[in-house]
C-alpha cells in the first residue's frame, strides 16, 4: 500500500515533464524563428543599403558651381579659381556621396561592395594627377622658382594610402588635402595677397594633358584585355637582332581576370568622371590660351567622349560578350569611348605645340 500511495504521489510529476519540455522547445523555436527574421532583415536592409551606396553621382555644372562657390564665399573669380574650385568638388565628392568614401569599409555592406570602391579610386587618380600639376606647374612661373607651401601639403595628402581605415583614415587625409587646396584658392583670389599664383599658359596645359594621355591610353588596354588579345613583346634587344633577319618578336595573351573585368570598367568610369569636370575647368581658365591654339573645339571633343562613358548600365552586371557575339561587351564599349577620348587628346597637345 505505502509503495503505491507513493507511486500514485510521483504520477502527477511524471506528467508534468512532458508539459516542461513542449514549452522549451516552443520557446527554442519561437527564438530560432526570431533570429532568422532578424538575421533575414538586416540583410534585407544591407542590400537595399548597398544597393542605395552604389548609385555612381551624377554629372555636375562646372562654372555655376565655381561661381556659387564664389558668391558664398565673398571671393572673386580670377583665373585658376574653377580649377581649384572643380577639384576641391571633384575630391569632395569622394566624401560626401551617399555613404562616403567605401573604399577602407570594414563593416557590411561596404566590404560587399567593389564597383563603387573602384569607381572612387578612378577619381582618386585624376584628383592626384591635376595637384601634382598644381603644385609642379600651374602654380610656378618656371622650374627654378618655389612652389607653392600649400599645394605642397596637399599632393602628399591625396597620395595617401586609399584603403587605410584608422590612424589616420584616408577620409582624414583627403580632407586635409582639400583643406590646403582651400587655402591656396582663398589667396588666390585674394587682390591683397601675391603669394599664390596661377599661369595658364600652353606649356603648362600640354604637360597635365601628356598626364592624362598616358592614363587614357592604359585604360584603353586594360578595357580590350577583357576578351583577351595577343600582345607583342617589344623589349628587344638590340645586340640580338641579326642584320638581314626578320627579328622574332614574343607574344602573349593578355586577358583581364574574369572577377576584376568589373572593376576594371568601374575603374574607367571613375576617371572618365573626374576628367570631364576637370577639363570643362581647364575650358574656363584657359580660355585664351586655347582660342589662340584653335584648340577649344578639341577639347569640347574629349569631354563630349568622356561624358558619353557615363550613360546608364541597364544590366544588373557587367557583360563580357564576345566582340561580335550575342551579348553586348561593356568594357569594349567603354574602350571605345576612352580611345576617341585619347586620340582627341594627342590632336590637342599637338596643336599646343605649335606656335
Known sequence: MLDWKKREDRAPERAAEPKSATRGYLRGMLFSRALVTLVGLYLLATILIGWYWSQEPALFPVQQNAQLAAEKEGRKMVVGYTTVETLKSVAGTLLNKPGGYLSNDRFPPGVWLDNIPSWEYGVLVQVRDLTRALRKDFARSQSQSAEDADLAKAEPRFNFDNKSWMLPSSESEYQEGINSLSR????????????????ARADNLNNWLGD???RLGSLSQRLSASVGRVKLNTALKTESVIPGQVPQVDEEIVETPWLQIDNVFY??????????????????????????KNATVSVRQIIRELEASQQPVWSPMILNGSGFGILANHSLVMANYISRANAAVIDLRQLLNQG
Do not use: C, M
Open 184 to 199: 591656396y584658392q582663398a589667396r588666390l583670389s585674394d587682390p591683397n595677397q601675391n603669394n599664390a599664383l596661377f599661369y
Open 267 to 292: 575603374e574607367a568610369r571613375g576617371q572618365a568622371w573626374a576628367l570631364s569636370h576637370l577639363l570643362r575647368a581647364v575650358e574656363v581658365d584657359f580660355a585664351d590660351v586655347l582660342a589662340k
Open 212 to 214: 592624362v594621355a598616358t
